[in-house]
């Protein structure tokens, strides 16, 4: 469980707090980590993943070294 404290500040709104909050989450990786984890994907597909999106970067750099 993760536990969140936003202190309230008297001239804050909830906007700020709310915007404070996804900021936080976000350099925290929170969001991205539990979008990762909405769908299982097995070892074997997350490597393929990993060496397509590899090629793909090779083959754009070497686009503009040409």
């Known amino acids: 469980m993760i536990e969140v404290k936003i202190h309230d500040d008297s001239q804050g709104s909830f906007e700020k707090a709310m915007k ?3 900021k936080l989450c976000q350099e925290d990786g929170f969001l991205l980590e539990l979008r990762d984890r ?29």
């Open 20 to 22: 404070r909050f996804k």
């Open 38 to 66: 909405k769908h299982f994907i097995k070892k074997s597909v997350k490597k393929r993943q990993k060496r397509l999106s590899a090629i793909r970067k090779q083959k754009i750099e070497n686009k503009k070294d040409q």
